[in-house]
């Protein structure tokens, strides 16, 4: 295969029958390996963004910063935009964020969402979609959708199954899931989905092998992973280090797929069509102690997570995007 375009080399002549065969290989170029890691607490609220390159190792490097502090959420991106939105250094914050991947510096304020609330999201090359959050007052189960080309204020697309905060959430180009979460002081197994392309509300795909909230997701447009999270106990919060996935297009429940190297919760992820990498967090109670380290897996294999380095600053309550993650390729 070495004569043939690889990752980091492009150029050359495809041969049509054979890119099945690439693809098997790893040596099929996708859409991007920059991963981002923003916001988040460390723990006075920071507007930092992170940046890596997901298919090698090392620390993170400052890429620029986001127009609002604290925790934000994440909301995908296509090839060419990252986006977060909301947050709750004010439960009612509004505004969405977004970055230029081709140019290093600060986030530009792209418009609102409906409702402001602390969320998380997905995308594909097209739509970023929020769901569910908090909004200082009660746990929504609301969907909101952009479109990633062209800023402005978000869409009503519809309803998750029940109102929550902190699920892990990723993307095929069709499908958007969101596993995991709280409705408040008890973590879930239920694993929503919706058709990204439609609007519409959101419909039960399987429940995770474990029970946990304050997860993260990353994924490839095939297999989609959940890493880390809480189990609530009383008031504690007994922070997970367990790693499982699903396959996309089918539904049923998520299998283990191994460990992070640490514990951690309200930690991020960030993928391309080969990598997770998990970054950030805290180690639950009683200390939630910040956490600066990042690890990555293998998604289209299974087991345990190698570390890949740290972020320029120990956080949690942190939101990851890429420019190759699993919704656009």
């Known amino acids: 295969m070495s004569s043939y375009p690889t990752q980091s080399s492009a150029s050359g002549i495809w041969q049509l029958g054979d890119i099945p ?3 098997q290989d790893g040596a099929w170029p996708h859409t991007g390996n920059l991963g981002f890691f923003g916001g988040g607490t460390t723990p006075t609220a920071s507007n930092v963004i992170d940046y890596i390159n997901i298919t090698t190792t090392g620390n993170s490097s400052d890429w620029g910063d986001l127009t609002i502090t604290g925790p934000r959420g994440p909301m995908g991106g296509s090839t060419s935009r990252g986006l977060w939105g909301g947050g709750n250094t004010a439960p009612t914050n509004l505004t969405i964020d977004f970055i230029i991947f081709s140019t290093q510096g600060n986030a530009t304020d792209f418009g609102d969402l409906t ?6 999201g997905m995308s594909n090359s097209n739509r970023a979609v929020a769901c569910g959050g908090y909004d200082g007052s009660n746990y929504t189960n609301i969907i909101d959708y952009v479109n990633i080309g062209s800023a402005g204020n978000a869409t009503d697309f519809g309803d998750l199954t029940a109102g929550k905060i902190g699920g892990g959430t990723f993307a095929s180009p069709s499908r958007g899931l969101f596993g995991g979460g709280t409705p408040g002081g008890a973590s879930t197994t239920n694993i929503d989905y919706i058709t990204i392309s439609t609007t519409g ?8 092998s474990a029970t946990r909230a304050y997860l993260a997701g990353g994924s490839s447009n095939v297999r989609g992973l959940f890493g880390g999270g809480t189990v609530f ?3 504690a919060q007994n922070a997970q280090n367990v790693i499982d996935f699903v396959t996309i297009a089918t539904t049923g429940n998520a299998t283990d797929f191994g460990d992070l190297t640490v514990v951690r919760q309200e930690l991020a992820a960030s993928s391309n069509s080969i990598r997770v990498a ?11 102690t910040k956490s600066n380290v990042i690890d990555y897996v293998t998604i289209a294999t299974t087991g345990n997570a190698t570390d890949f380095g740290d972020l320029t600053v120990a956080r949690d309550n942190i939101a990851g ?3 190759g993650h699993g919704g656009l390729q």
């Open 115 to 120: 409702v402001g609330r602390t969320q998380q």
């Open 201 to 208: 509300d959101a419909v039960n795909f399987g429940s995770l």
């Open 233 to 235: 106990s009383g008031p």
């Open 321 to 323: 995007a890429s420019n």
């Open 21 to 23: 065969l690439f693809i």
């Open 278 to 288: 998990f970054g950030g967090g805290n180690t639950g109670s009683p200390a939630y």
